[in-house]
Each structure stands twice: as C-alpha cells, then as structure tokens.
C-alpha cells in the first residue's frame, strides 16, 4: 500500500469568504444529466478521512473495491497538515488536499467514488462528493449517516425503502433504508450519476450492515494511517549487556 505526504496547496484557501468564491465558481461544473455506471460493474472507490486537530494532522484514506465481488483490490494513504479551520457547509476545504493525494496514489482507475458525506445534499448544493467530482472529473456520490439540515420522513422499514431528502420542496438526496427497521443512510449525487442510480450503487455497497463497504474499509484505512502518523513507532533501545 501507498502513503503519500501532502503539502496545503500555495493557492489554497485561507478564509470563509474566499473557500465560498470557489465554491460558487466550481458549483456550475457539476454534471448532472449522466447516468453514472451500472452498479456492479468495474471498481468503486471509498474515500474517507480522519483528523488530529491537537496535533495539526489529517489523514485520507482511498479504498478501491471491485464492484461484484467487494473484494479489496487496490488502496493508498495520504497524511498532511489540516488545510482549513472547521466550518459546517466548508468541510470540503479541510479534506481535499489529502483525498486528491489518496486518489492520485492509487495503482489502478477508482471508477466510481463514493464518499462519506454529501455532494448536492448541501447548503450550497457544493457537498464534498460534488467538489471531488468537478476536480478529478470521476462520477462521485455521497452516502452520509446524518441528514445534515435537511428533513426527510422515514422510510418503509424493508431493506431498499427509500424517502425524500429535502430543502423545502427541492429533492437534494434521499434517506435508502440498507438494512430492515436500521436507521437510513443519506444518498446525494456528486457528479456524473443519477440519483436513481447513486441509491443503487448504495444498495449494492450494503449487503449486510447499515453503510456502504466503501465507506467501512476506508473508514478503518485512513484511522490506521492517522495513528500511524500522529503516533509514529518509536524504535526500541537497544541495552548494551554488561560485563
């Protein structure tokens, strides 16, 4: 496996009004008429992230899985320096650097990304999963375990129900039921994939616990790799015998 050390890109940005400018230019790249790929199909990659706020570390995690059978077939690491304070709807800018690096470490093509978090399931409709699809291009969804600051109402208690997400009257995601009577989890398109199809792919990730293999086995990675890095092994001292 690879790990990767990442610098805050020189360009990055460092305030709330600026991260809200890229936001707002990069939001109109998203592609929304695309059906993604089929579920199943080719690899689908987890992406997840873990932090060290004390120590000033982060660390992503990419995980890609072939899309039949869920077996490992591929994985990397990345550890930085945290590129942005925390501040909801902004999450994106503390994440970015290091799952780009994650990614761009991999040995093989991610196919479909599938992120912890939101993509169109946003305040500014600009979750994560839409961020990282507009910069790399790769159809994305993102599967969330909370729904954020929207309301849904819960559905049917079957594996496979699903309910609205919603803004209002707008559908921004929708609340997929993978196990029977368990909590939901909170689908929302990226980029280059329906909403139809990214509950699918959701389905297909979870054959047996709430959330998405994807997301299980790079949640476990990038936790690994930020101890690793937050706690480095020591080597042992070595006692000189005496005489």
């Not at 550890?79 to 970015?96: C, D, K, T």
């Not at 993509?119 to 159809?139: I, K």
Request: hydrophobic share 45%; glycine share 8%; with cysteine.
């Amino acid at each position: 496996m690879t790990t990767v050390t990442v610098q805050i890109p020189a360009d990055w940005p460092a305030t709330e009004e600026r991260a809200r400018a890229v936001q707002d230019g990069l939001r109109a790249r998203v592609v929304l008429d695309e059906t993604g790929p089929p579920p199943g199909t080719g690899t689908v990659t987890g992406v997840d992230v873990a932090y060290d706020d004390e120590r000033d570390v982060v660390a992503a995690a990419a995980v890609v899985l072939d899309a039949a059978t869920l077996g490992v077939v591929a994985e990397a690491t990345a550890v930085g320096r945290i590129s942005f304070p925390y501040v909801p709807g902004l999450l994106a800018f503390r994440e970015i650097p290091t799952v780009l690096a994650a990614l761009d470490a991999l040995p093989r093509p991610p196919g479909l990304v599938v992120c912890d978090g939101y993509g169109l399931a946003h305040p500014r409709r600009f979750g994560l999963a839409s961020h990282l699809g507009v910069l790399t291009g790769l159809p994305t969804i993102g599967v969330a375990k909370n729904p954020f600051t929207f309301t849904y109402d819960e559905p049917d208690a079957p594996r496979g129900s699903t309910s609205p997400l919603l803004a209002g009257a707008e559908e921004v995601g929708r609340a997929v039921r993978t196990r029977d009577a368990v909590k939901p989890v909170f689908v929302s398109v990226g980029h280059r994939v329906s909403l139809d199809n990214a509950c699918a792919h959701t389905l297909a990730l979870a054959p047996a616990f709430r959330l998405p293999e994807t997301t299980r086995r790079a949640d476990a990675l990038c936790r690994a790799a930020l101890r690793a890095a937050a706690y480095p092994a020591r080597p042992s001292t070595l006692q000189r015998p005496t005489s």
